[in-house]
């Protein structure tokens, strides 16, 4: 049982370069989420999914796209990164009688 | 606009002593309150968590204490180890709504222990 891992663990994009940010639970867990960390916040929240083929915005979606094709994965996809994506990011996922368990982040540089 | 709110970005306590986090909220809606603890380079882990129907919820060393009148909780920890050294961030959601996908935090207060 691995939990939530993220991949990559860090990743240096030019401005406007596109990548696409890995997740995956393994504990059929239907709500997953993304969140940011930037120094001195708190996490932030930019999508959640309540389940596969289910995502809506959190409170700072603007630059990001998800999609949850199954219920194991929830990609994070940068279209045209910005340095002000630059952030660690964290995956989560939960269920119903369960709190968020996070995955280890990414740390993404935007230059 | 800050719905959760941590005041104290730093804490430092001698190991053996009490350690007290506070966190504030502006949200009437939160239902139910979560302290995640994160070491660096690692994601948050929770910690433990209370339901608005409660006012305080033990863990072993940690305590957690919730006052809706005020809209303030606290997370004691006793006695404070080295080991509990991290950034703790207080999260709230509006469980009755079923978000408990949905958390939003404060910024989180960085507790030392020393030894």
Redesign the interface.
Known sequence: NAGVTQTPKFQVLKTGQSMTLQCAQDMNHEYMSWYRQDPGMGLRLIHYSVGAGITDQGEVPNGYNVSRSTTEDFPLRLLSAAPSQTSVYFCASSSDLDTQYFGPGTRLTVL | DQQ?K?NS?SLSVQEGRISILNCDYTNSMFDYF?W?KKYP??????LI?ISSIKDKNEDGRFTVFLNKSAKHLSLHIVPSQPGDSAVY?C?ASEMGG?S?????????TLLTVNP
């Open positions: 959760v941590q970005p979560l995640y380079a690692e994601g948050p882990t929770f968590s961030f999260a079923g408990n996908y949905k958390l939003t935090f404060g910024k989180g």
